[in-house]
């Protein structure tokens, strides 16, 4: 038993919202992908297999369409706007990210399609949502992501340097949005019966993944400033990223707050020999033995305060120059600290821990007599596990299977 089985998920072949059909596909639902008749183009988009393009070599597609089958349909025509009719009357969820009025002129709208299947929970994910003329506007996800403003809170703490474009990107966030609406929409059908019609905005769905500098800004019109390597600030704060022994860097995180992180980060300090060169170690002792809270909004006001946490960022900093980024951040996690080494995309998904909890997930692909190594799940659960089912499908795999099942 998978969390969503039993579901039937149809979707719209759509980059913006191919990663939201994967999280439903991974957990157990029968999705079905709709693709025009010549397919979809990201079905092209490289990298591709040992770096050389071919139909089926797309390694951004095997990842983005795992687990779900494909079918080919032409929505413009009429035989296909009624196969389409039939196949939303044994659908669950449709998801699609069509332009604003396309499925209105084909009488395939929400509307329409509920009175076929009354329950069915449609989402719609367009650019600023689907009564604004704006989602009409040529877009890309790099334009959704600077629109929405999470690039004004990631960069470098030299301005003069352009923002760079954040880990949240437009496509996936929205795609996120969409999923957990689709989740939402299915616990409430489950007690009262009903489907819905959700309209989400990609624009809004980055807007409000900016942290504090939107709210910042209607909420006392200030504005955050770019940071390296930490949370963007009206205010800057002091900097975290630390060249280590070996040449790499590493984020030495949030310092101790608690006493026995105090206490922690002092031991480690002394068992690398290097109380000594830091004077300010006096203060890590005072940290390890304080009673009671520990208010950080009163650093800068408190001396006792200001001192204790400014030793800790100090002794991090200290640590991290004197050991390779790799011990640093292993020597963080045994002492309950939050800190990282800077690593590539690369070097992030061989990292033991991924690989402990199952992360790197072997898919065998029968068609090249090869198996393939896929990023797992994002979350883990116990009763529900998550699973690659099969690989991305060939342009109308399964047309045949799923019309058939159709037929009366």
């Known amino acids: 038993m998978t969390a969503l089985s039993g579901l039937r998920i149809v979707e719209l072949a759509n980059e913006r919202i191919a990663f939201a059909g994967k999280l439903m596909a991974d957990m157990g639902a029968d999705l079905i992908l709709a693709e025009p008749p010549g397919g979809d183009p990201s079905r092209d988009y490289p990298p591709f297999l040992d770096n050389k393009p071919g139909p089926d070599r797309s390694l951004y597609w095997w990842h983005y369409h795992s687990s779900k089958r494909a079918i080919t349909l032409d929505l413009e025509d009429p035989d296909g706007a009624e196969t ?6 044994t659908t669950d969820v449709l998801i699609e990210a069509e332009p604003r009025d396309r499925l209105s002129k084909l009488q395939l709208d929400y509307p329409t399609l509920s009175e076929i299947k009354p329950d069915l929970i449609h989402i719609a994910v367009t650019t600023h949502g ?16 600077a629109t929405s403003g999470p690039p004004w809170s990631c960069g470098y703490d030299d301005h003069s340097l352009p923002p760079i474009r954040g880990p949240l990107q437009g496509y996936q966030t929205a795609a996120h949005f969409a999923y957990l609406s689709a989740l939402t929409a299915l616990l409430y059908r489950g007690v009262s019966g009903e489907g819905q019609f959700i309209d989400v905005s990609m624009t809004a769905a980055s807007n409000v993944s900016t942290e504090a500098a939107t709210y910042s800004w209607l909420v006392a019109q200030k504005t955050v400033q770019r940071q ?9 704060s002091g900097e975290t990223q ?35 060169q830091l004077p300010e170690a006096v203060f890590l002792e005072m940290g390890a033995e304080w009673q009671g809270p520990f208010d950080l909004s009163l650093i800068g006001q408190d001396d006792a305060i200001t001192a204790i946490f400014g030793a800790g960022r100090a002794a991090l900093q200290l640590i991290a120059s004197s050991v390779s980024a790799q011990d640093f951040f292993l ?41 393939i190594t896929y990023p797992g799940a994002p979350y883990r659960f116990e009763k529900t596990p998550w699973s690659i089912y099969r690989p991305a499908p060939k342009l109308g795999e399964h047309t045949d299977e799923v019309l058939a099942a159709l037929d009366p």
């Open 331 to 371: 020597g963080c996690q045994r002492a309950g600290l939050a800190a990282g080494a800077v690593n590539s995309p690369e070097e992030a998904f061989e990292d033991e821990h991924f690989k402990e909890r199952g992360f790197h997930v072997p898919v065998r692909h029968e068609d090249i007599d090869r198996t």
């Open 84 to 89: 389409f009719r039939k196949l939303i009357a």
């Open 228 to 236: 390296t390597g930490r949370h963007a600030s009206v205010s800057p």
């Open 130 to 145: 689907r009564n604004d003329p704006r989602s009409d506007l040529p877009a890309t996800d790099l334009t959704i992501m």
């Open 242 to 276: 630390q060249l280590c022994a070996d040449g790499r860097y590493a984020n030495t995180g949030v310092p101790p707050r608690f006493p026995h992180e105090f206490e922690a980060l002092y031991d480690w300090l002394n068992s690398l020999g290097l109380e000594q």
